[in-house]
């Protein structure tokens, strides 16, 4: 099976932009998770998706919001960018939520300007 | 929320040693324990993980071990290779959920 892949891998954007990120996960996998990897701050979650509903989420500010769709892709929104966005941004799927194995996808790094 | 706590930070081990990295966590629900392994500017891969029903869990020359009363657990890598090199991070999550809390990480180093 193919692996979980990401879309863009690289970004650059300006303060103030918007951004929108895509995740496709393994075939099969019905659940996709969102973290967000920074030097100072690790790994952290945003949120988790299922059946197209918003399952978790972090304690990220209402500027980051997602989605999923009916195929279990999912997509990642930032607006208003700010420097302290600048991040490796990883999506992680699992066939179903709860005690499965989580597969991460290559990440996007994101570089805010 | 859960906290998941992580040492060393960085560790160095000549090739052929044991490495230990030790986790502890804050929220008694948890009760799932992945173990990732991330190689510079790639993806975080499991190496492996445990459940709250297993005290220990062995993978060739990985090993888990969980105290949940202590509410720590560890990895153990023993015969240390150079492509063990690498940032491990532990985690912890509960039933029901895929939202993985973190530990900081430990860069392990291993010296041919």
């Known amino acids: 099976k193919a692996g979980v892949t990401q879309t863009p891998r690289y970004l650059i954007k300006t303060r103030g932009q918007q951004v929108t990120l895509s995740c496709s996960p393994i075939s099969g996998h019905r659940s996709v998770s969102w973290y967000q990897q920074t030097p100072g701050q690790g790994l952290q979650f945003l949120f988790e998706?299922?059946?197209?509903?918003?399952?978790n989420k972090g304690n990220f500010p209402g500027r980051f919001s997602g989605r999923q769709f009916s195929n279990s892709r999912s997509e990642m929104n930032v607006s208003t960018l700010e420097l302290g966005d600048s991040a490796l941004y990883l999506c992680?799927?699992?066939?179903?939520?709860?005690?499965?194995?989580?597969?991460f996808g290559p990440g996007t790094r994101l570089l805010v300007l | 929320g859960e906290n998941v706590e992580q040492h060393p930070s960085t560790l160095s081990v000549q090739e052929g040693d044991s490495a230990v990295i030790k986790c502890t966590y804050s929220?008694?629900?948890?009760?799932?324990f992945p173990w990732y392994k991330q190689e510079l500017g790639k993806r975080p891969q499991l190496i492996i993980d445990?459940?709250?029903?297993?005290g220990e869990k062995k993978d060739q020359r990985i090993a888990v071990t969980l105290n949940k009363t202590a509410k720590h657990f560890s990895l153990h890598i023993t015969e240390t290779q150079p492509e063990d090199s690498a940032v491990y991070f532990c985690?912890?999550?509960?039933?029901?959920?895929?939202?993985?809390?973190f530990g900081t990480g430990t860069r392990l180093t291993v010296i041919p």
């Open positions: 929220d008694s629900a948890s009760n799932y």
């Open positions: 992680a799927s699992s066939p179903e939520p709860g005690l499965e194995t989580q597969y």
């Open positions: 998706y299922f059946s197209e509903t918003q399952r």
């Open positions: 445990i459940r709250s029903n297993v």
């Open positions: 985690a912890a999550s509960k039933t029901g959920a895929n939202n993985l809390f």
